[in-house]
């Protein structure tokens, strides 16, 4: 009986301690096509859903505590035959440290989303031969969200993760997919990579590391000197914004911070206020109403 125990005690830390890196919550939202048979989208969300969450993405070992929190929100546009045109939404979280408080870390829309699919379809992926763009796309943005979550706990520690979605983007270079293509958009899948590994924006994501390592995980026990990280850094936004402007991975990075921001600096000094309110500003021109809430408090 006891080694039947410790059996099962061994299996039990073995699944605890070998979790896949996600915890992903997927939504399909079909609102705009017609007809009342689901069916096909039902199997399509569980399918997705499994891909994500009990594929290992990499060498890691992970708690089931520790899976990285996400959503990709799926909204489809229209189905013809077997093609989906759709849109998809991700956005990926991690906690404070010592807070009840989860910050966003990746908000990103991404308006070329057509792939084909036939219901019980089996997703399987070869990261060296896209022979299908749906699951392409899925793994291109689960190695995006775990790069996006090592970045902000080591500094640079995402790079390996960027470079599979790097190598995925380039593996689609040759088909004839929407999205993956550097004339097609400077806000597509290959723009985001691209300025990830863009040696132009290092100082950006060594910003991202500290604005959460030293900004936000130190607010619980010093909410000053976490601010005033916070604070410190923001000129590299701008530095990086008029290298590149309107570089996607910056307005990612305000788009999941905006509200945060706000909430942050409001307890700032008042040159500290000014600073940021000029700074954000500047960056993110559309938003100033949004940043000048900062000075309310």
Sequence with gaps: MKHWLLLLSILFWAGV????ELNCTVQLNTDQIPGTNKSVFNTLQKSISDFLNNRKWSEMTFANTERIECTMNIIVKSVDADVFTAEIQV????????STYNT??????????????????????????????????LAYYAYIVIGYDMDSYSRLGGT???????NIVNSAQGADLKGWKAFESTKNRYALVNNL???????????????????????????????????????????????????????????????ELVNVLSKATSAQKTDAIEILSDVNPTQTAKYERIRLN
């Design 91 to 98: 956005q990926s979280r991690r906690p404070v440290f010592n």
């Design 197 to 259: 590994m863009d040696e132009a924006f290092k100082k950006y994501r060594n910003y991202f590391y500290e604005y959460h390592r030293f900004g936000l995980d130190e607010m619980s026990s010093n909410a000053t000197n976490g601010r005033d990280r916070i604070v410190e850094g923001l000129p590299l936004l701008r530095e990086a914004n008029r290298a590149r402007p309107s570089a996607i991975i910056i307005s990612t990075f305000l788009d999941a911070k905006n509200d």
């Design 17 to 20: 301690c070998t979790a896949q």
């Design 160 to 166: 390996p993760y960027f470079q599979a979605a790097e």
């Design 104 to 137: 966003t870390l990746f908000n990103f829309k991404d308006n070329s989303f057509i792939f084909n699919y036939k219901e019980f379809d089996q997703l399987e992926m070869n990261e060296n031969s896209i022979s299908s763009n749906l699951t392409a796309v």
